[in-house]
Nanobody, 122 residues
Framework: AQLVESGGGLVQAGGSLRLSCSAS????????MGWLRQAPGKEREIVVG????????YYIDSVKGRFAISRDNAKNTVYLQMNNLKPEDTAVYYC????????????????WGQGTQVTVSS
């Protein structure tokens, strides 16, 4: 599967961004999806996950109430709406697929895109 992220950029603290990820080359609706991120000098971490049907979601504590994942299986696209961004959200964001019902750990994701840079200035 090929995953292509877009929508990153530079935003001031408190601002919003919407990331998109288009998937091709596989059955999108059969995969759980997630967004991962990697900040400079830090390990990659999972941020949010969504089940195949979209009925179940997982968020790390630091983004709860600020980020929202959604998916459109008809468009083979997953989104990440990020509100009230903070400087600590600065990272390269990757969308990824998982064979799990709902991926809640990094090890459950085995395919990701090239990433999109999100920079939040204070």
């Amino acid at each position: 599967a090929q995953l292509v992220e877009s929508g990153g950029g530079l935003v001031q603290a408190g601002g919003s961004l919407r990331l998109s990820c288009s998937a091709s080359g596989h059955t999108f609706s059969s995969s759980a999806m997630g967004w991962l991120r990697q900040a400079p000098g830090k390990e990659r971490e999972i941020v949010v996950g969504m089940s195949r049907t979209g009925l179940s979601t997982y968020y790390i504590d630091s983004v709860k109430g600020r980020f929202a994942i959604s998916r459109d299986n008809a468009k083979n696209t997953v989104y990440l709406q990020m509100n009230n961004l903070k400087p600590e959200d600065t990272a390269v964001y990757y969308c990824a697929t998982s064979d799990a019902q709902l991926g809640v750990s990094l090890s459950q994701y085995d395919n990701w895109g090239q990433g999109t840079q999100v920079t939040v200035s204070s």
